[in-house]
């Protein structure tokens, strides 16, 4: 492999010498994971960084959103969006809950609220929904349609560490908010997950589940899984908030960078935020649309022989892989905002440690075709 080979992201790592220490301390008390003192810690100290209450960490976040819907006993069929990753579709599936998949908004990617109403059954019991790229949903109206037919939230906020919308955290909205922490993202801990719990007995239900279902010793009361973060991860995740905030305003700088210099080509349209207070920059999206001089598949197959590799974040949509496309809602005529997006999206590369120089070249091989 080329050592210029540039990926659309790099695991963010904290100095190694720095986490001996953490190592060192697991080595001495023997505690590997069950919510060792680390875990503990990381809990706290995510609560006090991400402004929320409640926070019940997993091994990862694909665990983490089956749990959530186990919790809140969703069933029979939720509303949920094409454009994300498979993950959160597989969460309902290894439920044994029907998707039913609306359409997205063309400004910000994520689920039309104004969509979901028509697409509520008597069999619907929930929606899931993606903050995508981070950029908040429109939280106020879906929450709104699920006070008024009694239907539970829950946000895949894989993208959305730290993110903060009108209200505050962005991760406070919904009955339950899922994070991960796995090494592509914003905040990572190796691989690793999170549920926002509303309250303290939110949290118990979901410590016991995410524990083989265990209360107490020798009591065990729901059917739970093994979804626990274990010591060395939770303390890597520690050592990780040292570096946070550093690691934001890097990939800020690289975000304004790509807007600056690419605003002015023609057919390539920057994906705008969506009004939240407080961004991430998670990734850095673009849509290539007909009057670029290349396909969006074109450009990215130009971009790989040049070494920077770029990703088409989201494609194909969810509803086109073999286990979902026969659903009624998978029908590409009620999705065609999401099948547009998905042809034309590339996502290119942004992590912290990202040279500017990579980000320049980068521009200019894009801007070369207008």
């Known amino acids: 492999m080329s050592k210029t080979t540039t990926f659309v992201t790099q695991p963010s790592l904290p100095p190694l010498e720095e986490f001996i220490p953490y190592l060192e ?144 955290s962005v991760l406070n909205h919904g009955d339950l908010s ?30 016991q589940l995410k524990n083989f279902g265990h209360a107490g010793e020798i009591n065990v009361v729901a059917p739970g899984i093994n979804g626990k973060l274990s010591e060395f991860n939770a303390a890597l995740g520690l050592l990780q908030l040292e570096y946070i905030d550093e690691a934001i305003a890097k990939r800020k700088t690289i975000d304004e960078t790509y807007r600056r210099r690419l605003s002015e080509v023609t057919g390539i349209q920057c994906l705008q935020d969506s009004g939240e207070l407080v961004a991430n920059y998670a990734y850095f999206p673009v849509l290539v649309d007909d009057s670029y001089a290349l396909s969006r598949d074109a450009l990215y197959d130009h971009l790989k022989t040049k070494g920077i590799h770029p990703r088409r974040y989201f494609y194909p949509l969810i509803s086109e892989f073999p286990m979902y496309r026969g659903l009624p809602s998978s029908n590409p005529e009620r999705l065609p905002l999401a099948l547009n997006a998905a042809s034309q999206v590339l996502c290119l590369p942004i992590y912290p440690d990202l040279s500017m120089d990579t980000v ?10 207008r």
Request: glycine content about 6%; some cysteine.
């Open 178 to 207: 899922v994070l991960s922490f796995h090494a592509t993202k914003v905040f990572n801990t190796f691989e690793g997950g999170a549920i926002i719990c509303p309250d303290a007995e939110s949290k118990a239900r979901i410590d």
């Open 360 to 369: 320049e070249t980068t521009c200019r091989l894009i801007a070369g075709f």
């Open 25 to 168: 301390k697991i080595w001495e008390n023997k505690v590997l994971t069950n919510c060792g003192p680390f875990h503990q810690q990381l809990e706290e100290a995510l609560c006090r960084y991400l402004g929320v209450e409640h926070i019940a960490l997993f091994t990862n976040g694909t665990i983490a959103l089956v749990t959530a819907l186990q919790s809140l006993r969703v069933t029979g069929e939720v509303i949920t969006t094409p454009y994300s990753f498979v993950a959160t579709s597989h969460s309902l599936l290894w439920n044994g809950i029907k998707p039913v998949f609306v359409d997205i908004e063309p400004d910000t990617l994520n689920i039309d609220s104004q969509k979901i109403e028509a697409a509520i059954t008597p069999q619907t019991t929930a929606i899931l929904a993606v903050h995508c790229y981070g950029h908040p949903c429109n939280v106020d109206a879906i929450q709104k349609i699920a006070d008024t037919y009694n239907l539970k939230v829950i946000y895949d906020a894989a993208h959305a560490f730290g993110v903060k919308c009108h209200c505050g």
